[in-house]
């Protein structure tokens, strides 16, 4: 190799290190394309209207405007979450293809056994976007006032006990309903639905007797009288509807849940993709307007570096799986 040649690689070898760092777009070394150069898909593992379909669409208009391509989002609903998680693990890992996961994602393997994809392996964390508390919700006609009122009319009716609406199985409500029944030493039904509205859908029905569940789609019902608070299941109250007393304060300490969402990519995903995907939505949270219309949806503005969400989801999966052997819930 002669003098001439080996500067000409020096100064490419260097021209491309700088691309992969340039905050514009990324060129990366498998295919030396720019990315994104076409349309990305985002993958809801829920249906259409849901806090985690919502704040999707919102993150997605944000991303293509920042990034310069339109961020699709797709609904991809079934099986708690798994069809969507198992669509984006056989998906190409070139970044054109984004899973916006939700908390089932750290609990599908407790629940089920044996899986089609690895959640541990077959997908990479990007970014935790949001955490969202549940909130413990009955139809205002309903007889029920506080918790308490709950476990005694599920203690009274034994045969039927209560029948909770949850957002899909293997979710964040849907194990904090089991913890609720476990700890009221009652019996419950955790009847599933294809994201949180239509739950909703159902308690204002009637066809149900209560929700444990994100608030989002419910706030529109609850100030308009439809729908009651009866509490949160948070260490702490929250921010996002202060009155509503935790269940704690109410003498369920152990009923503690939340859902999340979050984004995920292929495993094989080139590192200055996931990279720049995770600034951005770091920076689009932290964006006030942004933050103001999550919250409007029942949710807290998150961000964080890849590195962090893969140690929130492994926490999850460990705290989780004790529940579920704890409780003894089984998938469905």
Do not use: C
């Not at 750290?106 to 964390?125: C, I, N, Q, T």
């Not at 935790?128 to 308490?148: C, G, M, Q, R």
């Not at 859908?201 to 706030?219: C, F, H, K, N, Q």
């Not at 007393?245 to 094989?268: D, H, K, S």
């Amino acid at each position: 190799m002669n003098d001439t040649t080996r500067r000409s690689l020096l100064i490419f070898a260097g021209a491309l290190a700088s691309a992969l760092l340039a905050g514009g777009d990324i060129a990366y070394a498998q295919t030396g394309r720019a990315w994104p150069d076409k349309p990305v898909r985002v993958i809801s593992p829920y249906g259409a209207g849901g806090s985690n379909d919502i704040s999707a669409r919102i993150l997605a208009e944000e991303l293509g405007k920042r990034l310069g391509q339109p961020f699709l989002v797709e609904n991809k609903p079934g099986a708690g979450t798994r069809v969507g998680n198992e669509m984006v693990a056989r998906a190409a890992p070139d970044g054109y293809t984004l899973l916006y996961a939700a908390a089932p994602y750290a609990v599908v393997e407790s629940l089920y056994g044996k899986l089609s994809y690895d959640p541990r392996k077959d997908l990479r964390a990007v970014s935790l976007a949001a955490v969202a508390p549940v909130f413990l919700i009955v139809n205002a006609d309903s007889p029920f006032k506080t918790p308490a009122d709950l476990v005694a009319y599920g203690k009274a009716n034994k045969q039927r006990g209560l029948t909770f609406a949850s957002p899909g199985s293997g979710s964040g409500p849907h194990l904090a309903a089991e913890l609720f029944f476990k700890e009221a030493g009652i019996t419950g039904l955790n009847v599933h639905f294809r994201g949180d509205a239509t739950a909703y859908t159902e308690l204002l029905a009637g066809r149900v007797d209560a929700t444990l569940t994100a608030i989002t789609s419910a706030l529109p019902f609850i100030q308009n009288g439809k729908l009651r608070v009866l509490g949160v299941a948070s260490e702490q109250r929250s921010l996002i509807y202060p009155s509503a007393p935790t269940l704690r304060e109410q003498g369920f300490p152990n009923v503690i849940g939340y859902g999340w969402f979050g984004f995920m990519v292929p495993a094989a995903t080139p590192q200055p993709i996931v990279d720049r995907l995770s600034s951005e939505v770091k920076a689009i949270l932290a964006e006030p307007a942004v933050s103001q219309k999550m919250a409007g949806l029942g949710l807290q503005a998150v961000g964080t570096s890849p590195a962090e969400f893969a140690a929130f989801i492994d926490k999850e999966m460990t705290r989780w799986d004790a529940v579920v052997k704890q409780v003894g819930i089984k998938g469905e």
